[in-house]
């Protein structure tokens, strides 16, 4: 059984259908990918997933459970964690709180810190700057905050949406070194994002969404070598 199963899902804003019933699989441990071009449905997928939006129709499963109308506040204790598009740190916070905000769900305050270590062993410019407040920080820091925040609450599937946007290349190679790092570390990941050669660089599959349908999958390093991939994702 897949770790993550979305069926069918059919999501609406108004009149307008985002996704014409969009399925795939997420197996436990894997990096899944799913690029396309912008207004392809892929936030719409995730936002759908972790509870932001509602589906007209369709099921997800995590875990052997139907999530489809939990709202995203329970997934998180129940081992979802989303990375969202634009960082969306606590500006107005310093990285340590943003750090505890990302633990709300856990108790066992000893558990807690052992974890703020780990992020720091990870992220060592967090540490550098954890009395510092989020909204100063520069814009790969603040990626390296909403992730750190993430794996605050200890999840077993993290979403992130776009991790890579408006970075330096420097920055995005440091990114996506750290989610292969994270996913070594035994978290599984579902993985949005533009920049379409390094998703599928790092990912064992991959999903092809065009204005809301799946219209290829298959192993992230065959797509590679697609020549429709190529040419829509992957020219310079």
């Known amino acids: 059984m897949a770790m993550l199963e979305v069926k069918d899902i059919q999501v609406y804003y ?51 459970t139907d999530i489809t109308r939990t709202p995203g506040y329970k997934l998180v204790s129940m ?14 916070l310093t990285v340590l709180q943003n750090l505890r905000m990302g633990a709300y769900t856990r108790k066992n305050r000893q558990e807690i810190e052992e974890t703020i270590q780990k992020v720091y062993a990870r992220f060592p410019r967090l540490e550098e700057r954890k009395n510092q407040l989020a909204g100063t920080l520069s814009g790969g820091e603040q990626q390296m905050l909403a992730m750190g925040r993430a794996l605050m609450s200890h999840p077993r599937l ?36 533009q920049n379409a050669r390094k998703a599928l660089s790092i990912a064992n599959k991959a999903y092809v969404l065009e204005t809301g349908k799946i219209v290829l999958s298959g192993d992230a390093k065959e797509l590679m070598n697609n020549e429709q991939v190529k040419k829509a994702y992957l020219s310079e």
């Open 14 to 64: 108004g009149v307008i259908q985002a996704l014409k019933g969009i399925s795939f699989e997420v197996d436990e441990g894997d990096v899944i990918a799913l690029i396309g071009a912008n207004g392809a449905g892929k936030t719409t997928t995730l936002h759908t997933i972790t509870g932001l939006l509602p589906a007209a129709a369709g099921s997800i499963t995590f875990e052997g």
């Open 158 to 193: 993290i979403v992130m949406d776009e991790p890579s946007m408006g970075l330096s290349p420097i920055y995005v190679n440091e990114i996506f070194d750290i989610i292969q790092e994270i996913n070594k570390d035994g978290t599984t990941v579902l993985l949005v994002e």
């Open 79 to 92: 081992g979802i964690a989303h990375v969202p598009e634009g960082r969306r740190v606590f500006a107005q």
